[in-house]
């Protein structure tokens, strides 16, 4: 199975840069994402790893070491619009390619 | 417009009576899954299916069934609700298991 960890919450700055971390433990590995969800909605893609290193796109890039079980979300120039939940999700393989895992989610709320 | 659409967004209902949540998607995907989402709680798989004909599983699947005799389908059917499934349920669909997921707008339950 998978055990995921991510903070609870983060406060960050407008037109500031913050990172949001995740670890996991897994048994396989086939894929880590990134998700937006706004309060009442439902979650959104942002980024998605399955190779170490860094993917960008646009003001958001994440990070991903497989060694160590852990990867990043990289928010740049933070918006408003960017007070959200963000979710690290895990996706497993061999025996249990298809499950799903995802944190308990990182409440980022943007000041002005 | 590609998209998941799941009925119905809101139920309020009681305790033993029989009940189904549709799900549908309409771009081709072979891989469905279902979550639910509680307060201070990320998303918990349900179920997940790969393709037709082909269900397992997910992190929390008691009291819970699905079926995927079509592509565009995967409803979720609570026998005999009980107070504990009242949540936030989420449809997702990828083209495969290892894609990105888009998910449906949510279906809000209520079992009193």
């Known amino acids: 199975g998978q055990n995921i960890d991510q903070p609870t919450e983060m406060t960050a700055t407008e037109g500031a840069i913050v990172q949001i971390n995740c670890t996991y433990q897994?048994?396989?590995?086939?894929?880590l994402f990134w998700y937006q969800q706004h309060a009442g909605e439902a979650p959104t893609f942002l980024s998605y790893?399955?190779?170490?290193g860094l993917e960008e796109k646009g003001r958001f890039s994440s990070f991903l070491s497989r060694s160590k079980g852990y990867s990043y979300l990289l928010l740049k120039e933070l918006q408003m619009k960017d007070s959200a939940s963000y979710l690290c999700a895990v996706r497993e393989g061999n025996t249990n390619a298809g499950k799903s895992t995802f944190g308990d989610g990182t409440t980022l709320t943007v000041k002005p | 417009e590609a998209q998941v659409t799941q009925n119905p967004r809101y139920l309020i209902t009681v305790t033993g009576k029989k009940l189904t949540v549709t799900c549908s998607q309409n771009?081709?995907?072979?891989?469905m899954s279902w979550y639910r989402q509680d307060p201070g709680l990320g998303l918990r798989q349900i179920y997940y299916?790969?393709?037709?004909?082909?269900?397992d599983k997910g992190d929390v699947p008691e009291g819970y069934k699905v079926s995927r005799k079509e592509k565009r389908n995967f409803p979720l059917i609570l026998e005999s609700p009980s107070p504990n499934q009242t949540s936030l349920y989420f449809c997702?669909?990828?083209?495969?298991?290892?894609?990105?997921?888009?998910f449906g707008p949510g279906t809000r339950l209520l079992v009193l």
């Open positions: 299916s790969m393709n037709v004909e082909v269900t």
């Open positions: 790893n399955v190779l170490d």
């Open positions: 771009m081709n995907h072979e891989y």
């Open positions: 997702a669909s990828s083209y495969r298991d290892q894609e990105t997921q888009y």
């Open positions: 897994t048994s396989g590995f086939n894929g």
